[in-house]
């Protein structure tokens, strides 16, 4: 009997113990609540300013790809616009072409330019048209905007074209508005300017005026639009005036087009063949 009171003695201290240290640690953390308060602060506004440039440098870094994607997608969509682009403008050039040529009364063989040489003083123009579609020198090249040049050398499945802008061209010429007659030529000395010569001094020529193939050389047939008049000046010691004009086609723009299938009046020829053996 005496062991069994000693061990409900001892229980009863232990209980006894551990409810003290109890109270005693809800006494200390009652106590030091402020402090314990003060370092959570102290805590929380460390992580937050530690976490401000870290959420700003992956702010950053986000920024960056998302730039880069976009920056990609920008160039994707610019290149898709210019082909975009590029296909309307010759859809719709393709549709003029097609539109002048149920209008035109002339035979005309498509073609397509597949050379270009226009940077010196004698240029070319080549086609994908030769012998075999019945092309001939001498034969015209236009667009639905005006003449572009003749036909000088033929192959079986190519040609060149002589120019506008060459040393050597030179076509028969009149300004519709007045049909005063000259010729046209390229002086060589500036692209984007023809000049039209032996044009009367006493014939009005004002800007705007259109100028167009005249028919009368025998080589191209009559009314093909040249270019348009952009000044006048007098020929010093001549009765004549030089007419400047601007040409409706840039060969540096064209890239199909029409020969004309035009032959010469044998006739006409003829009678030139005799009236020059009246001077041999």
Known sequence: MRFRSSNLGDAKDYIVTALLLIMA??????????????????S?????????????????????NTNTYLHRQNILLQDELSRLRAIEQENRELRRLLDFREESDFDMEPVLIVGKEISGINNTLTI??????????????????????KVVLTGSNYSQVMPYYNSLFRVSARIQENQANGIVSWSGDQYGELVMDFVPKTVPVDSGFTVETSGYSNQFPGGIPIGRVTRTEPEPGRETQRIFLEPFVSLS????????KFQPDSS????QQQYNQFFE
Do not use: C, W
């Open 128 to 149: 994908d048209a030769g012998t075999n579609d019945a092309i001939k020198e001498n034969m015209p090249l236009v667009t639905s905007d005006g003449l572009v040049g």
């Open 44 to 64: 929380v506004t460390a992580l937050s300013l530690l976490e401000e440039p870290l959420a700003n440098i992956r702010i950053y870094r986000q920024a960056l």
């Open 25 to 42: 640690f809800a006494i200390m953390v009652g106590r030091h609540q402020g402090g314990i308060d003060s370092l959570r602060t102290v």
């Open 268 to 271: 006409v020829i003829k009678l």
């Open 253 to 260: 723009d064209i890239a199909q087009g029409f020969v004309v």
